[in-house]
């Protein structure tokens, strides 16, 4: 039947147009069965009940050439449309409890017919022993698979074409018609899995190489970004998006605009000291902008003079990529004490110098990423240092030449935003917990410059105490790392004088600030390329997006059948094509590949035809990716101009 089937589609060469394929009618002569006139029914034959009616309730043949009776004891017995081969090329089963029934209406004597053969079917059948319960061999036909009802009745044809398991897309529509039959009972015992959340880790890295790939071949992984970064980028957003109900935290459902308060501490750890204050950190939600910000609470702090708050007002104005902005700072009541809580900008998994390169477990990760590299020296790498100078120095002139002190120039002040990337945190804060009428910003200035200093000698010789050594520590730096930065730092921590300027320190390392430049923009160019990889993932959300406005919509232009007639029954069928494909077994074909490979298609239009079949299975259209297209861009035009 599938032969008789393809032979009426007719693919034209050159035209545009879908061309509708119908299913034959039962009329329609078909080269299989041949005119019953050729042999004459004897009389015995025609009182002899067809053994296919008691087996299968029907026979496909009868009005083809079948010589044998087809009404039973209780009258005629018509094939149902939907249960016929001649509509289904898949074989349909019914309960046992319905079947049963109807083998029972049936007498004991026509067990006995024989099995017809028709001519156009050259394979000799041997005629089964005569038993005397039929209901029992019916039984056995449904309780085997259906792998086995096809070896039964493979001989009839119900199934006269192999089946391609690996190509998803078959080359003609011979071979696509019969795999894109669905079948409920397929369906019945299609697994069910419980869904999981995204495990960022987890995503399977690309196989080492065997060979050198050919100048024409690239990897599946230089498609999509790499591991670490994407990683890294997850880990951010997930860390953002993280939050607890308030009441299980014992913190308060709102501080003056911000909201959805969550502790960035340990929940039960001891609060941090902030300049000898007692603090804890929270990220909330601000609900002027929805955006996320860092919330730093000084525990039990009663503000005298509200002059204090004009230093925040100074530094709200810098804006500096090595300075974490601070937006505002204001007093509440709202924890149960006096609480002076200071607003940063929130970036998300960053870690202070201190815990990085002074905590034993910083300490062992950074020797496994130099052990990594190929570096067995525990010293941090010199290009290392000079960037971290590089950007202390930065934030340090902008600050200065504000008329400002940065006053917290310390390991555990400074933040690593990123990869080699830091940023001067808690600005202000010391100038409002210790405010002064009259303050000497001269000499505040000295002091961020031989804070600096210190600064410099304790990542170098990857030790806190180093600066109390002095000697010592100047040596080491003298044997491992190169004379400018020893000079560098003799001249920050030497005694304050008038000519002692962050000027001066930038002069100092002006050729390596030329390098660090030079890394800076190649970083920027490697992810500016990653950035335009994943651009053109929205091309695709935008066809999802039109194909969701346009498919099952229940009503448009008080036309309730709107999206089932016309271009949009194209685009459904379409649909259908792309997300609800069955294999062999009838289980849902979950294929990416095949997905991503019909949208890309679709984006671009191209002109290579498919077959789309109707859920019912008695039509199909054969049409291209550039008409599936025009029809989604015709459907949402109508949709936006309100229009029919």
């Known amino acids: 039947m599938q032969k008789s089937l393809a032979s009426q589609i007719i693919i034209p060469p050159q035209s545009p147009s879908a061309i509708p394929i119908v299913a034959p009618s ?15 029914v004897s009389k015995g034959n025609a009182k002899r009940l067809c053994r296919n009616v008691i087996i299968h309730g029907f026979c496909k043949y009868e009005g083809k050439g079948c010589e044998f009776n087809h009404e039973s004891s209780n009258g005629s017995v018509k094939p149902s449309p939907q249960g016929s081969p001649e509509n289904n090329s898949k074989v349909r089963i019914q309960s046992p409890r319905s079947n049963s029934g109807m083998v029972s209406s049936v007498s004991a004597e026509s067990v006995n017919a024989p099995v017809f053969v028709p001519k156009s079917i050259g394979v000799p059948v041997t005629t089964p022993p005569n038993d005397d319960s039929s209901d029992t061999q019916t039984t056995n036909y449904l309780d085997e698979g259906v792998d086995a009802l096809e070896k039964k009745f493979g001989h009839v044809g119900l199934h006269n074409h192999e089946e391609s398991v690996g190509s998803q897309q078959p080359e003609s529509p011979n071979q696509m018609m019969p795999m894109m039959q669905p079948d409920a009972y397929y ?14 880790h987890l995503y399977t890295s690309g196989l080492v190489p065997v060979a050198e790939p050919l100048s024409h071949q690239r990897a599946i992984q230089s498609f999509f970004m790499p591991d670490k970064l994407r990683e890294s980028l997850t880990q951010r957003n997930e860390a953002t998006l993280l939050s607890a109900p308030a009441r299980e935290l014992g913190l308060p459902q709102e501080v003056h605009v911000y909201h959805s308060l969550y502790p960035l501490e340990e929940h039960n750890s001891q609060s941090s000291q902030y300049f000898g204050h007692s603090s804890r950190i929270y990220k909330a939600v601000s609900s002027v902008d929805g955006r996320t910000y860092t919330l ?23 804006r500096h990529c090595n300075i974490v902005s601070i937006h505002e700072a204001f007093t509440t009541q709202t924890f149960g004490d006096s609480s002076l809580v200071f607003v940063y900008d929130y970036h998300p998994c960053s870690a202070t110098l201190q815990s990085l390169y002074f905590t034993p477990q910083g300490q062992a990760m950074m020797q496994a990423e130099l052990q990594a590299t190929g570096i067995n020296s525990l010293l941090i790498p010199e290009t290392t240092l000079w960037s971290y100078i590089t950007q202390v120095a930065s934030a340090i002139k902008a600050a200065h030449t504000a008329g400002l002190a940065v006053r917290s120039i310390d390991p555990s002040k400074i933040l690593s935003t990123g990869k080699h990337r830091i940023r001067i945190n808690c600005v202000a804060m010391l100038d409002v917990l210790q405010f002064e009428t009259e303050q000497n910003i001269a000499l505040q200035q000295q002091e961020d410059l031989l ?56 002069r100092m390392i002006g050729p390596r600030i030329l390098h660090e430049i030079n890394s800076s923009q190649s970083y920027a160019d490697v992810l500016e390329t990653e950035l335009r990889r994943e651009l053109e993932n929205g091309r695709l959300v935008r066809l999802l997006s039109k194909m969701g406005f346009i498919n099952e919509r229940p009503e448009f232009d008080m036309d309730p059948s709107w999206s089932e007639t016309g ?19 009838g289980l849902p074909v979950v294929n990416m590949v095949h997905v991503l490979s019909c949208l890309n298609k679709l984006d671009a239009g191209v002109d290579e035809r498919i077959v789309l079949m109707s859920r019912d299975e008695e039509s199909c259209l054969i049409v291209s990716y550039k008409e599936v297209k025009n029809c989604i861009l015709s459907a949402f035009k109508d949709l936006t101009s309100g229009r029919k």
């Open 567 to 585: 271009d949009r029954y194209i685009i459904k069928l379409f649909r259908d094509y792309v997300f609800h494909q069955v294999d062999e077994n």
């Open 296 to 318: 730093v609470r000084i525990e039990g702090f009663r503000l005298v003079n509200e002059l204090a708050m004009a230093s925040v007002e100074y530094w709200r104005r810098i």
């Open 451 to 506: 804070a600096f200093g210190k600064l410099i000698v304790s990542l170098a010789c990857n030790s806190t105490q180093s600066i109390h050594t002095l000697p010592q520590s100047v040596e080491l730096l003298s044997r491992y790392y190169s004379p400018d930065l020893k000079d560098v730092v003799l001249y920050l921590l030497s005694k304050p004088m008038a000519t002692k300027t962050v000027d001066e320190v930038i």
């Open 26 to 40: 039962e009329a329609s002569p078909t080269p299989e069965a041949k005119p019953s006139s050729s042999k004459p």
């Open 187 to 200: 369906y019945m015992g299609a697994p069910v899995f419980a869904r999981q959340p995204l495990q960022y």
